[in-house]
T-cell receptor
Framework: DTAVSQTPKYLVTQMGNDKSIKCEQN?????MYWYKQDSKKFLKIMFS???????INETVPNRFSPKSPDKAHLNLHINSLELGDSAVYFC??????????????FGNGTRLTVT | AQTVTQSQPEMSVQEAETVTLSCTYD???????LFWYKQPPSRQMILVIR??????QNATENRFSVNFQKAAKSFSLKISDSQLGDAAMYFC?????????????FGPGTSLSVIP
């Protein structure tokens, strides 16, 4: 029973292309996130949604557009891909917005390689 | 803004021995949560242990325990009886309990090797 699933697992594409990563959670959580892990393994939040509403939008190029059709799904669309976008992108969810000690539950990540 | 620091980029431990990974954080808040996550080569992020700042008792989970020093803003992870499967990146993380819907902030990670 996969809790947080994201697809695809690997994504190789050329500069300038547009691509999407999908994420779904079956935990009944209210909040979902996108994190980016760079080549040095540093994890940085990109976006957070609570019940389909954008809560956190860090300093991310507007080529990145998250979309949450319902609270169980959070997709990430990237336009005009650049070499620097190469990274591992993690989707995560948590029970609520942080009032409890609910940890993040992560998907297995999508390794994006831009050539 | 809160920050999380892990001063040991790499550590190694002999199998069956004990190792301690360091983490310090900076915050002006008094109520928050702290976590340790493990990321093995499979790249899956796995929760190891969590600590509420209002609890004085240190959290333990089997072979994993923490030393939480609130005044010093320190949150170290001790792994006892190290096993080969403990080899991974370990991330310390902070989450506010005072701000709704706040993000989880991660440290830069410590790469742990286990020597057979």
């Amino acid at each position: 029973d996969t809790a947080v699933s994201q697809t695809p697992k690997y994504l190789v594409t050329q500069m300038g292309n547009d691509k999407s990563i999908k994420c779904e959670q079956n935990l009944g959580h209210d909040t979902m996130y996108w994190y980016k892990q760079d080549s040095k393994k540093f994890l940085k939040i990109m976006f957070s949604y609570n019940n389909k509403e954008l809560i956190i939008n860090e300093t991310v190029p507007n080529r990145f557009s998250p979309k949450s059709p319902d609270k169980a799904h959070l997709n990430l669309h990237i336009n005009s891909l650049e070499l620097g976008d190469s990274a591992v992108y993690f989707c995560a969810s948590s029970q609520d917005g942080g009032i409890t000690n609910s940890p993040l539950h992560f998907g297995n990540g999508t390794r994006l390689t831009v050539t | 803004a809160q920050t999380v620091t892990q001063s040991q980029p790499e550590m190694s431990v002999q199998e069956a021995e004990t190792v301690t990974l360091s983490c310090t954080y900076d915050t002006s808040e008094s109520d928050y949560y702290l976590f340790w996550y493990k990321q093995p080569p499979s790249r899956q992020m796995i929760l190891v242990i969590r600590q509420e700042a209002y609890k004085q008792q240190n959290a333990t989970e089997n072979r994993f325990s923490v030393n939480f020093q609130k005044a010093a803003k320190s949150f170290s992870l001790k792994i006892s009886d190290s096993q080969l499967g403990d080899a991974a990146m370990y991330f310390c993380a902070y989450r506010s309990a005072e701000t709704s819907y706040d993000k989880v902030i991660f440290g830069p990670g410590t790469s742990l090797s286990v020597i057979p």
